[in-house]
């Protein structure tokens, strides 16, 4: 039994490795990833989270957790002032959890939610038949203008008025402008609907004040900790004061159980460090070679869905641009180490595991200190790569990923 137990140990071990290894000798794109820093990852994977927590500070099922509360405590305080919010809840496993809750606190199953569509950038948890919210509520949807592939508010409040929603959802995992939170405020105020204000991608963005802040609009607010912040794998609700009772109980006892106290640290040091002025800075260049691959692939006439990016992702339409679906797209760019996601595209005709297209993100590069320079060159590797040019060029595109990687890992 100890020769197998060591075996699994060495196997374990080497699948870690392995994985690590595999992140030091790839280009990541993917807009949903990130690196914390090494306080950050200290927090993640310390002793805090030896101890159970079920409860809110101060009112706690467990004994022993006064260290706890003041853990906290502060991350509440810090979320509140990084954001400008009366209320926060940081014990949200993941954002699907705090979407869940948000939905527990203030509607009932069946209740009617009005949302972008998937395929347009939504998310799972904003009404998809296989997720647990197309499941116990009504899902309406809003779409981008097929002209132009950007939000459409006065059809959007057309539809509202149409569906008479419990629920309006904004925020998206996939679109790449802008978004006006005030039009959106208007819609809901019109048809009595509370808005939920879901910024899991662009929450670094808000907090560096170089995307538009929801606060002053949205009822709920939910983001995950771990894309553009820079955190630890979770997520935070945020509300006013009012709906914070409610929230509470649906995330505890709604929702889960114990918190993990080391993730909840772990959120207090990532709040920290967005709250230094080098995050702003960080958060500028985002934008920037976000907009620098934008540009590149505009020139070369490749189709960028809604035209440019005012966010730290795009999308490309690769079957137009390139003749290849999204997931051979993926799977070409991932033989010369640049990893990105197949990513759904406005109107796709595709299958979700096929895809019309890719998305493309900047932040987890931008934390290796790569610039516009570096995002160009890295435009024109996957420009080069997704043509015809495939075969004669791979060792040149091999070589240039290799240079940077050399460079900035």
């Not at 630890?232 to 114990?258: T, Y």
């Not at 137009?320 to 990105?340: F, Q, V």
Request: charge should be positive.
């Amino acid at each position: 039994m100890e020769k197998k137990t060591n075996s699994a140990e060495k196997i374990l071990l080497n699948y870690y490795q392995k994985e690590r290894k595999r992140q030091k000798s790839t280009l990541n794109l993917i807009a949903s990833e990130n690196y914390p820093s090494k306080k950050v990852l200290f927090y993640s994977g310390s002793l805090l989270m030896n101890k159970y927590a079920e409860g809110y500070p101060n009112a706690r099922y467990y004994q022993g957790c006064q260290n706890i509360d003041k853990i906290e405590e502060l991350t509440i305080d810090l979320a509140k002032k990084l954001f400008g919010v009366e209320y926060a809840n940081v014990q949200p496993h993941s954002g699907s959890q705090a979407n869940q809750a948000v939905y527990l606190a203030l509607l009932k199953s069946g209740d009617k939610i009005l949302s972008l569509n998937l395929l347009a950038g939504g998310h799972l948890t904003h009404g998809a038949k296989v997720n647990f919210s197309g499941t116990f509520y009504q899902i309406h949807y809003y779409n981008l203008n097929p002209l132009t592939q950007k939000l459409d508010y006065e059809e959007i409040s057309k539809i509202a008025q149409e569906v008479k929603p419990k629920l309006i959802v904004t925020g998206y995992s996939a679109y790449s402008l802008k978004i006006d939170f005030a039009k959106f405020r208007q819609i809901a105020d019109r048809v009595g609907a509370y808005l939920l204000a879901d910024i899991a991608h662009t929450a670094g963005l808000v907090a560096a004040s170089l995307f538009p802040n929801p606060v002053n609009y949205a009822d709920v607010i939910t983001f995950t900790t771990h894309k553009t912040l820079r955190g630890p794998r979770g997520a935070v609700i945020l509300a006013k004061k009012e709906l914070g009772p409610k929230i509470d109980k649906a995330v505890f006892p709604g929702n889960q159980g114990g918190p993990n106290p080391a993730i909840i640290a772990a959120k207090a040091q990532c709040f920290l460090e967005a709250l230094q002025p080098e995050f702003k800075e960080y958060q500028k260049q985002v934008l920037k070679n976000a907009k620098a691959m934008a540009d590149y692939f505009q020139n070369k006439r490749v189709k960028v869905i809604s035209g440019s990016t005012e966010t730290h992702l795009l999308l490309i339409d690769t079957k137009n641009s390139y003749n290849l679906t999204g997931k051979e797209a993926a799977e070409r760019l991932e033989k010369i180490d640049i990893i990105c996601n197949k990513n759904m595209l406005p109107y796709d005709k595709e299958k979700p595991w096929i895809t019309s297209g890719i998305r493309l993100g900047s932040p987890a590069l931008t934390t290796r200190s790569l610039g516009k320079k570096e995002f160009q060159l890295i435009a024109e590797v996957i420009d080069s790569t997704l043509r015809n040019h495939y075969d004669t060029n791979k060792k040149e595109a091999k070589d240039k990923i290799r240079y940077l990687i050399k460079k900035f890992f």
